[in-house]
């Protein structure tokens, strides 16, 4: 369960375990698209936020504090949301997904501003102080990340000019 949380590890380096918690869930949601494309992403994102509410249950029954630093599985959930619109977009248009790296450049960075600054629901539900506000805190992040991420392309791209 430490092993899961902490994202196979991601979440023990330092310093920053939060925004290599965030780095590595990078590659993994890019080979989840190319195996199962956007809905897998999505599902695979719903299993991690199940489990990593539960594991992050257990671990504070466990006495490792209300948010252990090293718990980094709810990054995992937040960053995949952050790059939803770019594993979208992939699959609708049929484009290979790495030719749209400013996307997932824009996710990961807008996805660590949102987690750090916690802005308004991002820091509601960081002060819920339990397992789900542990969690809802970075779906929160990753949907504003996801939200800005659609804005700047449309921008980039013309569509919102």
């Not at 990054?75 to 594993?87: D, H, N, T, Y």
Request: glycine residues 14%; hydrophobic residues 60%; proline residues 5%.
């Amino acid at each position: 369960m430490r092993w899961f949380a902490a994202l196979g590890g991601a979440g023990f380096l330092r310093p920053a375990p939060g925004t290599w918690g965030s780095l590595a869930a990078l590659p993994l949601a890019y080979g989840v698209h190319l195996v199962g494309g956007f809905w897998l992403l999505l599902a695979l994102t719903l299993v991690a936020f199940a489990l990593g509410w539960w594991a992050v249950d257990r671990l504070t029954a466990q006495g490792h504090g209300e948010d252990p630093s090293w718990v980094v599985i709810d990054e995992l959930v937040g960053q995949w949301i952050a790059i939803f619109p770019v594993s979208y977009g992939a699959m609708l248009m049929s484009v290979e997904l790495w030719r749209l790296w400013p996307g997932w450049l824009a996710g990961f960075l807008l996805f660590r501003l949102f987690d750090i600054w916690k802005p308004w629901l991002v820091g509601r539900a960081d002060r819920m102080g339990t397992p789900l506000g542990v969690m809802l805190d970075d779906v929160v992040a990753g949907v504003f990340a996801a939200v800005v991420s659609i804005l700047l392309a449309g921008l980039s791209h013309g569509v919102l000019m």
